[in-house]
């Protein structure tokens, strides 16, 4: 796991708790937005105060999945998802491939007060309330599944949380936390997508497309010696 | 030039993939003992994958969406019409297209011109909005993060505004990885 960063006009090295030495010429972080926030990698010197300013006012979702097989069919046919707003479990869906199968295998998603609620619980009795809140809103109180999982990103020290939360007065923290340094450190990740994107497998995958350009760019412009070559390109300027 | 690439989520694997096209020497470090991150399927909970971490791709206007057509992958499209059904406050269950089909706008987020937000809450600028059904992208954009009060109405209007917020789901059927 990389522990210390290191940039400067000279380069980047990273350093790992294993005792390695990597360095190169720039870094791109990829790094989960719960791990940077927990400062789980030291950056030397220090990330600039818009930036940490920017990451600590950048939320993280509270989020939860439930996971349920049962032995026989649930939704009604053709139905893949079930949306029960105010009730303690409010999106769920199946994977469609379980009916073909003679199965069912449903999913929950519980954020916010509600994720913090069934975290707070044991495993075990926080699939039960699932349960009973699925049974409620189905109108089926005997339906009993075969399997039953609680999963969640919090407490994974790679990961430290499940997805980024754009909170009040946070608009502008993604743009931020996504700015390149230096020409040497390039940010990637769903928490550097635009706030449309942000959040999502789509998001991050463009956002690391993103930071390569950005790369790329910054590496040709220093290799032609332009005056702007020691900068980041300013707008207006021709894309190498 | 050399290029280290830290993390090997989707982010870090799509970076390190741009940078090895363009010819860039690339160090790809990830302190699990396996890459994707928060993608992580499961095969061991059912006769069919779970998603322990992310699961959809939003709409077919995004890049997993033409990404997966290229890699010739199975989908399967969630409508978010007629195959989702709404528990109305008394119990009753109904599609989305039929709690569309009373209240106008719930299943098209393009029947209501999102107006320009402050740095406010959502919840503020859902008061502002007056009292009519929020659409059911909507909906599930606050189920996916917390309560409206605690969420930025700008960045849930950029959301709302893009291409994206106006389909379905689709997921990968046999998983992402």
Redesign the interface.
């Known amino acids: 796991?990389?522990e210390r960063?290191e940039w400067g006009p000279w380069g980047?090295r990273?350093l790992?708790t294993d005792g390695r030495v990597?360095?190169?010429?720039?870094?791109?972080?990829?790094?989960?937005l719960g791990v940077l926030k927990a400062g789980g990698?030291r950056f030397v010197p220090e990330l600039p105060e818009e930036k940490q300013q920017a990451m600590q006012r950048l939320?993280l979702?509270?989020?939860v999945?439930l996971?349920f097989?049962f032995d026989q069919p649930v939704?009604?046919p053709?139905?893949?998802?079930?949306?029960?707003?105010?009730?303690s479990l409010?999106?769920w869906?199946g994977?469609?491939?379980?009916p073909s199968?003679g199965?069912e295998?449903l999913?929950a998603?519980a954020?916010?007060?509600r994720a913090r609620a069934l975290l707070a619980l044991p495993e075990e009795r926080a699939l039960r309330e699932a349960l009973q809140a699925l049974r409620q809103?189905?109108?089926q109180p005997s339906l009993t599944p075969s399997?039953a999982?609680l999963?969640h990103?919090r407490d994974d020290p790679?990961?430290l949380g499940?997805?980024s939360?754009?909170?009040?007065?946070?608009?502008e923290a993604r743009r931020v936390l996504a700015e390149p340094l230096g020409n040497r450190l390039?940010f990637?990740?769903?928490h550097?997508a635009?706030?449309?994107?942000?959040?999502?497998?789509?998001g991050?995958?463009?956002?690391?497309?993103r930071?390569?350009?950005e790369?790329?760019r910054s590496?040709y412009l220093e290799a032609t010696h332009r005056p702007w070559g020691l900068k980041p390109p300013q707008e207006g300027q021709p894309a190498a | 030039?050399?290029?280290?690439?830290?993390?090997?989520?989707?982010?870090?694997?799509?970076?390190?993939?741009?940078?090895r096209k363009?010819n860039?020497q690339v160090?790809l470090?990830e302190?699990?003992n396996r890459v994707g991150?928060?993608?992580h399927t499961d095969r061991s909970?059912?006769?069919?994958?779970?998603?322990?971490?992310?699961?959809f791709?939003?709409s077919s206007r995004?890049?997993?969406?033409s990404?997966a057509q290229k890699l010739g992958l199975r989908t399967?499209h969630?409508n978010?019409r007629?195959?989702?059904?709404?528990?109305l406050?008394d119990?009753v269950?109904r599609?989305?297209a039929e709690v569309g089909a009373q209240a106008q706008g719930y299943d098209n987020v393009r029947l209501i011109d999102w107006p320009e937000a402050g740095?406010?809450?959502l919840e503020a600028y859902l008061k502002r909005l007056g009292d009519r059904q929020i659409p059911?992208k909507l909906?599930?954009y606050i189920?996916?993060?917390?309560?409206p009060r605690?969420?930025?109405?700008?960045?849930?209007r950029?959301?709302l505004?893009?291409p994206?917020?106006e389909e379905g789901d689709y997921?990968l059927?046999d998983g992402?990885d």
């Not at chain 1, 990597?22 to 989960?32: F, G, K």
């Not at chain 2, 995004?62 to 969406?65: F, G, N, W």
């Open positions: 796991m990389v960063l980047v990273a790992t990597y360095p190169a010429d720039r870094a791109v972080v990829a790094l989960p990698v939320g979702t509270d989020a999945k996971f097989r939704f009604p053709g139905i893949v998802e079930l949306y029960a707003p105010g009730t409010e999106e869906w994977n469609p491939l379980g199968r199965i295998v999913t998603l954020t916010g007060e809103a189905l109108g399997r999982r999963v990103w790679y990961t499940a997805y939360m754009a909170r009040v007065g946070a608009s390039f990637a990740g769903e550097t635009p706030n449309a994107w942000a959040a999502t497998v789509h991050a995958y463009a956002s690391g497309r930071a390569a350009q790369v790329i590496t | 030039m050399k290029t280290l690439v830290i993390g090997a989520g989707i982010a870090g694997l799509s970076a390190a993939q741009e940078l363009a860039h160090i470090l302190a699990r991150g928060r993608i909970f059912a006769e069919v994958p779970i998603e322990l971490g992310a699961e791709i939003h995004v890049p997993t969406y990404l399967f969630y978010q007629d195959d989702t059904l709404v528990r406050p119990g269950l599609t989305v740095e406010e809450s059911f909906q599930e189920s996916d993060f917390d309560h605690y969420l930025s109405a700008k960045a849930a950029e959301y505004c893009d994206s917020a997921r059927l992402y």
